[in-house]
């Protein structure tokens, strides 16, 4: 295989670069970047209204930033802006395309004319998030089917998400995390803003839907004997009733910033006392890695996605039961010790196996791989189906 052949790649499915939303715009930009590094011409979709900047091509770090329309709304903006970035394409040349959310996928039959070697990410079994109606969750499980029939390739970030399509579809997928790139901020204006001292805060960082927790935690939070601060980082901008809800439960000891991204972020990261993730539904959540990689003591959710993740190097509660987070977090704040202990340990695991570099350089192998049209054995991860589709 000829690694030194260039590429021009398209990233769909995400509300564009720079990041400022979740875990596959983080994503998309550092995957992005790096391949534009490596010599690649690399096109990111971002999302713009239907009156704004339709076919817009700006750079961000040597990536073109390309914009289609979408309607914003909760359960429209997704697909919408999957057809208008898939019309789109139909007018561009590109050699292969790497899509993520399954969500997306129903409308990859718009691109089969082109022939363009697509990767799809498929993210986590969205369809069990508990903000979507039925409607909702029937449109994520027929963004697994399509996910499976007209990929070229499929991947998963987490051993436990591959498992699930093998197991329900009967199709492999290469597993393939997301990466961590820390950057250590000394206490500065960001904790002065929030009247924060350096390891003396909790912190939590998610989207504010219902199944990521920050319920749990906050009322978790509120049987503890302590005067370290609880800090929720994230924000939903379609959960208004969720987050009144968690302002009306959280004690006056819980900051809520909204989100956080770079510096900002970084700077929370860097100097917190321990990192809780509660979320239940998902795989490999960057947050939680990130976190590792800054040398935090973590304390997850105990799914099978949250506990492959953090292996050896974190602690767990039982899933969902938050007044054993509670017994834990007391622990923890009366033990620095121990904190120090993993969050040691979390920084090792992460910067052994999160590696940004070793995971670029393994979607461009595989993104290569499509366009050369080399096939694998399933046993090499192939996205190879059977009939249960």
Avoid at 152 to 178: H, K, Q
Avoid at 181 to 187: G, L, S
Avoid at 222 to 234: W, Y
Avoid at 258 to 272: H, I, P, V
């Amino acid at each position: 295989m000829s690694v030194n052949r260039r590429l021009r790649i398209a990233i769909l499915g995400t509300r564009g670069v720079p990041a400022r939303y979740g875990g596959f715009e983080t994503f998309a930009e550092q995957l992005s970047t790096r391949l534009a590094l490596r010599g690649h011409e690399v096109t990111v979709y971002g999302r713009c209204r239907f009156w704004e900047r339709w076919g817009t091509r700006e750079p961000h770090c040597g990536v073109n930033r390309r914009v289609t329309p979408t309607i914003f709304h909760k359960y429209l903006e997704t697909p919408l802006h999957a057809l208008s970035s898939f019309i789109d394409m139909l007018f561009r040349r590109c050699d292969a395309a790497l899509l993520c959310n399954a969500a997306n996928s129903p409308f990859v039959p718009i691109l089969l004319t082109k022939r363009i070697p697509l990767l799809i990410n498929v993210d986590g079994i969205e369809r069990n998030r508990a903000k979507w109606n039925a409607l909702g969750k029937l449109w994520y499980l027929l963004g697994e089917r399509c996910s499976v029939m007209f990929a070229t390739r499929m991947v998963s970030d987490a051993e436990v998400i591959a498992e699930y399509y093998r197991e329900a579809y009967g199709c492999e997928s290469v597993v393939i995390p997301y990466g961590v790139h820390p950057v250590v901020r000394q206490p500065g204006e960001v904790l002065t803003k929030f009247q924060l001292r350096p390891r003396e805060y909790i912190l939590y960082v998610s989207r504010l839907e219902p199944e990521n927790n920050a319920l749990g935690v906050i009322e978790a939070y509120n049987k503890l004997q302590t005067d370290k601060p609880l800090v929720v980082v994230g924000d939903a901008p379609y959960a208004l009733e969720y987050k009144e809800r968690l302002r009306r439960v959280a004690s006056s000891n819980v900051v809520f910033t909204g989100f956080q991204f770079g510096a900002a972020y970084e700077e929370l990261q860097s100097n917190c006392y321990v990192y809780v993730q509660a979320t239940e539904v998902g795989g490999t959540h960057p947050a939680l890695i990130e976190s590792m990689s800054y040398g935090n003591c973590v304390i997850v959710n105990g799914t099978p996605e949250n506990l492959e993740v953090i292996a050896d190097a974190g602690l767990s509660f039982p899933k969902n039961d938050f007044e054993a987070l509670a017994r834990r977090l007391q622990e923890l704040l009366t033990n620095p010790a121990m904190v120090s202990d993993y969050g040691k340990r979390a920084a090792r695991s992460a910067q052994a196996r999160y590696s940004w570099d070793a995971i670029v350089e393994r979607y461009e192998l595989l993104l290569m791989g499509l366009v050369e049209g080399k096939k694998r054995p399933a046993s090499a991860n192939e996205a190879v189906c059977d009939a249960r589709v």
